[in-house]
């Protein structure tokens, strides 16, 4: 392998990885996550017990997991990356025939213990299945027809099935976290125009499908578009989350109403307000300064993958770490565009503040990855 | 696969350029974030603030107590009293084992209740989010409720609850005057514009009828605010803010309740109306309509049988009579015609008229009540005997208009403003008249019929007391219903005086005095023994069918011989004291016969206990008639005498 052969004796072992591991990361997401169980208590009423004291218990478990999986060497997770990629199908392809149905979608699989969410785990795969492909593939083939159209199938397997569930929001975004690496790897951007130009194509044969045989979309995705474009046209039915959540965030002005003082969120007025929609109560108790303050710190989290990622000379490294920052930046992104009004409700939850426990552990994982990737950087 | 360093470095440096183009993309996007979060909270921050408030806080409105309805003296005639009731809220019923169903089983062994409003309970649980009260017996007694209460902890849910609502503590007595409250209607709410919001309340009570009805406004009040916090489901979670109302306006009446109430067992039975005006001032110290009918029945909400029993009656206990009912006047008239005359010189006192028993006119005969006739006779005379032939001549003399112009100036064909309903205009024909409604020529027939108060001529007990007390008082006064509003007096209406010369309005008098004190005077058999309280008056007697010639050659059929609703109407209108004149009183005994027999009595006795105070004095009465009046009086049901007046709580 590439990495053994360059200055391997560099990297630190032992307990010296300790010292090398990116404590300013860390710190900025473990606030992230205090803010979330100040919210959560917030939001139960003031009951410590009801969703903050589990999710800080989560978070406790998924940091352990996030020290072991850094002070693993990278080179080891490469080696495991196509092996999680069909532990991921296969767990997909599980779901899709014995999963638990829920909210009208088939999404979970209960272990007992906790209840798993294959697609999230499958995105954290995908990543470094791709990354791995590009740190074996030559540099002058990437752009090549066939070894661009490898890496798209190994993105479109896992989406199809995410799709069948459905779940939108997790399609979307598998596809756009497999785009991003791609993009990182260096494949020429003619492809990505063509891409942005067919999905563009087909976005409007998607809309235009709408009530007739060949409908592409169930209804209820059609309704949530629908009152993604017109809320107030139904503002006691399908409309009324996002005219609710507007409100909230709205009313809370310069610098919110305080902290347990958010009537909208207290007197019930928002939806899932603990998981999907937990910024909304943030911004009524905070307001603008308030989540003007979590915009940086989410963007903290970004600049410093970001950095980490261009100091590494690593190619799976430095993809992998892109791959983990530019899913995050997607939650981010599609979460609050969503409860801002800004795009359609496709549940995808914000990370690290929502209420849950398999997306904050994959998303506690993938850091995991990144920090074994900074500890065992090539020096 | 073995690469050389550079290659390395010159990979490791193209990811960066994209990585550095991805980054570009997320600050675009975190720019969008930030700029829409802008938007919301500072931008349009006022605006999601008020739709914040709008959502949370929910005015509810607190109803006034109505104010209360008083006699003269204070005694209460419409108040508010405690409504026990049962509410029950599903959230808490479906706790109970066994449901909802359970909890309204245990209820209808504790108080009386029909299956019907088990279901109508149960439809409106269903209906009603789970936290809403719903009612499910009204109007409870003090044993029921107390059992409710004792047994709250076997029935979840349910609570007692204690409301305001209308009572009529003199039930009978004042029905016409004031009416009931009702729930407000569709109907009701047409026609205004901007309604009070009271009035969106479900089961809001509202004047239907009478001083009720056309006080609303005074009566009502204005709604007091109490704004709660609610949550999204509507729940209140806590109160806000309170703002009382303004209870309604106490409301005190110019009516004596005590003489109300005598008047009204004095008519008995009979069909009639009397009304007792003070002559100086207008205010009407009784107006009764009988039969009366309980007012409370309609609060309570009216069973269907009750109410067809009202409406089929033929005695119409629901019509208000005493403003509602026109009737021809009769004999009562011929103070309008003799005055009319006067006035325009056509006559005076003295002048003397002879009868025959008819009088011939056109060729045609019209016929005096008494067949002999009444020989040479002037005013007194034709007013004490009640002489037919002497008006038909005066009338003659005068025409109609002046004697229509008379009347009209004597509150009669006139409507009076009073606070009840359906109030009628009557009729006060003149030539004008008949050719704008029957589009016909007036006759000499038609004069004669109306010097008598036969034929057109169509008036209600009340503009006959008003035609009375203004005979009496020489002065043009208005009938006045409300005496104070929240103890404020209300303005006395001025009442000029009548454009009559004092000897004519006393010759008028004077065989008004002789009806009753005279020898031959019609209502002799009322006169009034105690010179302090001598009555003067008027009978009249009112045909309600034609006399055909034959019938007349044959005889007259007897009144007694008629069915019921053929007979005449018997009137009488009168005043008293003779020398000062104090009240007025008039009084329509539908189909009750001779006015003399029938009418004088009671009017006597209503003028007589509005004197005194209360149930008159036997010395009042001739000596031979006081036995009579002590059994009538004491066969009369009425309630105990009012206590001192109330004062205002």
């Given amino acids: 392998m590439s990495f053994l052969e360059y200055r391997l004796k560099a990297a630190p072992t032992g307990l010296r990885k300790l010292w090398h591991m990116d404590w300013a990361l860390l710190l900025v997401i473990t606030a992230i996550a205090g803010i979330g169980w100040l919210m959560l208590y917030s939001i139960a009423g003031g009951d410590f017990d009801l969703w903050a004291k589990p999710q800080m218990v989560r978070f406790g478990a998924g940091f352990a997991l996030l020290i072991f999986v850094a002070l693993m060497p990278i080179w080891s997770w490469e080696l495991m990356a196509w092996p999680a990629y069909l532990v991921g199908m296969l767990l997909l392809l599980f779901v899709e025939f014995f999963g638990m149905v829920g909210m009208g979608a088939q999404r979970w699989i209960d272990l007992g213990y906790i209840v798993l969410q294959p697609s999230e785990l499958m995105k954290v795969a995908l990543i470094m299945a791709l990354a791995s492909y590009y740190d074996w593939l030559d540099d002058a083939r990437v752009s090549r027809p066939l070894w661009v159209f490898l890496p798209i199938l190994v993105i479109i397997a896992p989406t199809v099935l995410v799709l069948m569930q459905p779940n939108l929001g997790t399609s979307v975004m598998l596809v756009a976290v497999g785009g991003a690496v791609m993009l990182a790897a260096g494949v020429s951007l003619w492809y990505f125009a063509a891409v942005i130009g067919g999905v563009g194509g087909t976005v409007f044969a998607i809309l235009f499908s709408e009530g007739t045989p060949w409908q592409l979309l169930h209804d209820y995705q059609y309704r949530r578009i629908h009152t993604f474009l017109d809320p107030a046209a139904d503002p006691l039915g399908a409309g009324y989350n996002i005219i609710q959540a507007k409100i909230a965030l709205g009313s809370g002005g310069w610098s919110g109403k305080g902290f347990m003082q958010g009537t909208q969120s207290r007197l019930n007025f928002l939806p899932e307000k603990h998981t999907d929609f937990i910024f909304t109560t943030y911004g009524e108790e905070f307001g603008y300064a308030g989540a003007i303050f979590l915009l940086i710190l989410y963007a903290l989290v970004l600049i410093f993958c970001i950095t980490a990622a261009v100091r590494n000379k690593d190619r799976f490294s430095q993809l992998l770490i892109i791959g983990v920052a530019v899913n995050f930046f997607l939650y981010i992104a599609v979460n609050l565009s969503m409860v801002m009004g800004m795009a359609p409700v496709v549940g995808v939850p914000l990370p690290l503040l929502s209420y849950g426990g398999s997306a904050t552990l994959v998303i506690l994982i993938a850091f995991g990855l990144v920090q074994s990737a900074i500890i065992h950087r090539p020096r | ?649």
Wanted: glycine content about 10%; hydrophobic content about 40%.
């Fill in chain 2, 1 to 649: 696969m073995a690469r050389n360093p550079r290659n390395i470095d010159e990979a490791a440096a193209r990811v960066s350029r994209r990585a550095l183009l991805l980054s570009g993309g997320m600050v675009a996007m975190f720019a969008a974030l930030g700029s829409r979060m802008h938007s919301l909270g500072v931008t349009d921050a006022d605006q999601y603030r008020l739709l914040a408030e709008e959502n949370r806080v929910s005015i509810r409105l607190l109803p006034p107590a109505r104010g209360r309805i008083l006699d003269r003296n204070g005694k209460l005639v419409a108040g508010n009293e405690q409504n026990y009731r049962v509410v029950i809220t599903k959230e808490g019923a479906r706790k109970a084992d066994g449901g909802i169903d359970a909890v309204l089983e245990r209820l209808c062994q504790l108080i009386p209740l029909t299956p019907s409003d088990v279901v109508a309970a149960k439809t409106e649980l269903e209906r009603q989010r789970a936290f809403v009260q719903v009612a499910v017996a009204e109007r409870l007694s003090w044993k029921d409720f107390s059992k409710i209460a004792i047994n709250s902890p076997s029935l979840p849910g349910v609570s007692p609850e204690v409301g305001l609502s209308r009572t009529y503590p003199l039930d009978h007595d004042f029905s016409h005057i004031i009416g009931y409250v009702g729930p407000v209607s569709d109907k009701d709410l047409e026609g205004i514009d901007n309604p009070d919001p009271l009035l969106m309340i479900p089961r809001f009570q509202i004047g239907k009828i009478g001083t009720e009805k056309w006080m609303e406004t005074s009566l009502r009040g204005k709604s007091g605010t109490l704004s709660v916090e609610v949550n999204a489901v509507g729940r209140v979670m806590r109160e806000l803010g309170r703002k009382e109302g303004i209870p309604g306006a106490d409301l005190r009446l110019t009516v004596d309740a005590d003489i109300q109430n005598f008047v009204q067992a004095r008519l008995g039975t009979e069909s009639a109306a009397c009304v007792v005006m003070d002559v100086n001032n207008g205010d009407l110290i009784a107006a009764v309509s009988s039969p009366g009918f309980d007012p409370n029945l309609f609060v309570r909400g009216i069973s269907q049988e009750n109410y067809a029993a009202l409406l089929e009656n033929d005695h119409r206990p629901l019509a208000n009579k005493v403003v509602q009912g026109t009737y021809p006047p009769g004999s009562t008239f011929k103070m309008v015609t003799a005055m009319a005359a006067l006035k325009a010189g056509a006559v005076d006192p003295e002048t003397r008229v002879t009868c025959p028993g008819y009088y011939e006119s056109g060729g045609r005969k019209f016929h005096c009540w008494r067949a002999g006739g009444h020989g040479t006779v002037d005013l007194e005379r034709a007013l004490t005997e009640s002489c037919d032939v002497y008006f038909y001549d005066i009338a003659q003399r005068v025409g109609i208009d002046k004697i229509a112009e008379m009347g009209r100036s004597l509150g009669l064909g006139v409507k009076h403003d009073l606070p009840m309903s359906a109030i009628a205009e009557g009729n006060m024909p003149d030539k004008e008249w008949k050719s704008r409604v029957h589009k016909k020529e007036w006759r000499i027939g038609d004069t004669i019929n109306a010097a008598i108060g036969q034929g057109y001529v169509l008036t209600s007990p009340l503009q006959l007391a008003v035609m009375t007390s203004r005979i009496a008082s020489g002065r043009a006064v208005l009938p006045r219903l409300i005496k104070t509003i929240n103890e404020v007096e209300t303005p006395i209406a001025p009442a000029p005086p009548l454009d009559l010369g004092i000897d004519q309005l006393q010759a008028v008098h004077r065989g008004m005095f002789a009806v009753v004190n005279g020898d031959h005077g019609t209502a002799r058999a009322s006169r009034v023994a105690d010179a302090t309280m001598l009555m003067c008056g008027k009978t009249g007697t009112a045909q309600v069918r034609n006399i055909s010639a034959a019938e007349r050659e044959t005889g007259v059929v007897k009144n007694d011989n008629l069915p019921w609703e053929q007979r005449d109407h018997a009137l009488f209108v009168g005043f008293a004291p003779a020398e000062a004149p104090r009240y007025a009183v008039a009084v329509v005994v539908e189909h009750g016969g001779g006015g003399s027999a029938v009418a004088a009595p009671i009017a006597r006795d209503a003028l007589l206990a509005a004197l005194t105070g209360g149930v008159p004095p036997l010395t009042a009465y001739p000596v031979e008639q006081q036995t009579r009046m002590q059994s009538l009086f004491e066969a009369l049901v009425l309630r105990p005498p009012s206590r001192p007046a109330i004062t205002k709580t």
